[in-house]
């Protein structure tokens, strides 16, 4: 007799799942050297890049006249010589004034030109991109007589607003360029959700937009701000009395036909280096993810 749980076909096994294969782990081609074929050419180059700083730390730390290869004993003779009596003080005034006023100008502009670029299509765009990149090719000194005519007719020679114009003038192509690359990062979409919900195109822009630019921002800020704290040739040109010199200017007074002060001349260096050490090592970051945000897209 058979009976129902006979009868009852027992459930056929559920199929083996395959195992996925694994990737095959490739052995990158640095890994695969030795160490001393990477360290040994970075320390090679570390010296070579640390040897000119240590020069110079030499030369404005040990006393006038030494010869030793080690700033012992250290002096600030130096820094004080510079600063108060070769008038470095102001000069350094004078150059944190043209390079925020640079700073805050270049950046003001540039993002409402990069905005319109970014958003807007009108006839002579692409025209105006290509007046934009060639005027990148044109040294800045073609450009002393044209701008020394203009601010002498304005009355503006030997005043720090001739130089900080000049260099907002000189920075604005580029700093457009790169802000009308990363506005186009930022999705439209953003805007026309904010245009729905009340805003108008300004507070869109504002609320929306401006938070995600501040890499962007920091950027140009920070490539506008080094260039004029760097730049020679226009406050050279534009500026005859000392007191509105700035610090590229100055290191240049220390320098004569005759006789070179080392120990002041690299006093006036590193004092001229260390703002702009300081503004790179907090604004790297942004900086970084700036410059190639602004690039990539365009």
Known sequence: MITKEATTAAPAPAPAVPEPPRPVQRRRAWDEAPRWQIYLPLGIYLVFTLIPFYWILLFALRPAGSTSLVPWPMTTAHFE??????????????SVLVGVATLFMTTLVALAGGYALARFDFRIKRGFMLALLCSQFVPGALLLVPLFEIFAELQMINSLGS???????????????????????????????????????????????????????????????VHSWN??????????????????????????????????????????????????????????????AGAVKG
């Open 81 to 94: 010589k510079v600063w108060t009596d070769r008038g470095f003080a102001t000069f350094f005034q004078n």
């Open 163 to 225: 130089v900080i114009i000049a260099e907002t003038v000189f920075q604005l192509p580029l700093s457009m360029i790169l802000l009308s690359n990363f506005i186009k990062n930022v999705p439209y979409s953003l805007e026309e959700a904010a245009w729905v919900d009340g805003c108008n195109r300004f507070r869109a822009f504002r609320v929306v937009v401006l938070p995600l630019l501040r890499p962007g921002l920091i950027a140009v800020g920070s490539f506008a701000f």
């Open 231 to 292: 730049h020679f040739l226009f406050a050279l040109m534009f500026l005859n009395n000392q007191e509105k010199q700035t610090v590229p200017v100055g290191l240049n007074t220390l320098m004569s036909a005759d006789s070179v002060d080392l120990g002041a001349l690299a006093a006036g260096g590193i004092i001229a280096a260390v703002p702009v050490v300081i503004v790179f090592a907090f604004i790297q970051k942004w900086l970084i993810t700036g410059f190639s």
